[in-house]
Nanobody, 115 residues
């Protein structure tokens, strides 16, 4: 059974940091590129960052230099370190494979950045 469980969200002041975690089923973690996505209220879900099995990364322009995606293959976990957070980073953050598979969406984790 495929599972993706996000955690680590919260309320933080602008300029602060958070680290999100996504625990994934081994069956998908070892095969697929993993991505972090976010959906702000009233907006479409967007890709924030992605990391291949080999560790190559890609970022949305809006987070380059501030966010870092990484993966721990021993723990089947992908992380998103978010620094210098801005109010516009406020959203529900999800992980999924890349490209996404609808059935893999989890509950997400809320990130709220106050100004």
């Amino acid at each position: 059974q495929v599972q993706l469980v996000e955690s680590g969200g919260g309320l933080v002041q602008a300029g602060g940091s958070l680290r999100l975690s996504c625990a994934a089923s081994k069956i998908i973690f070892t095969i697929y590129t993993m991505g972090w996505y976010r959906q702000a209220s009233g907006k479409q879900r967007e890709l924030v960052a992605a990391i291949t099995v080999g560790g190559s990364t890609n970022y949305a322009d809006s987070v380059k230099g501030r966010f870092t995606i990484s993966r721990d293959n021993a723990k089947n976990t992908v992380y998103l370190q978010m620094n210098s957070l801005k109010p516009e980073d406020t959203a529900v953050y999800y992980c999924n494979i890349y490209p996404v598979r609808t059935a893999y969406w989890g509950q997400g984790t809320q990130v709220t950045v106050s100004s």
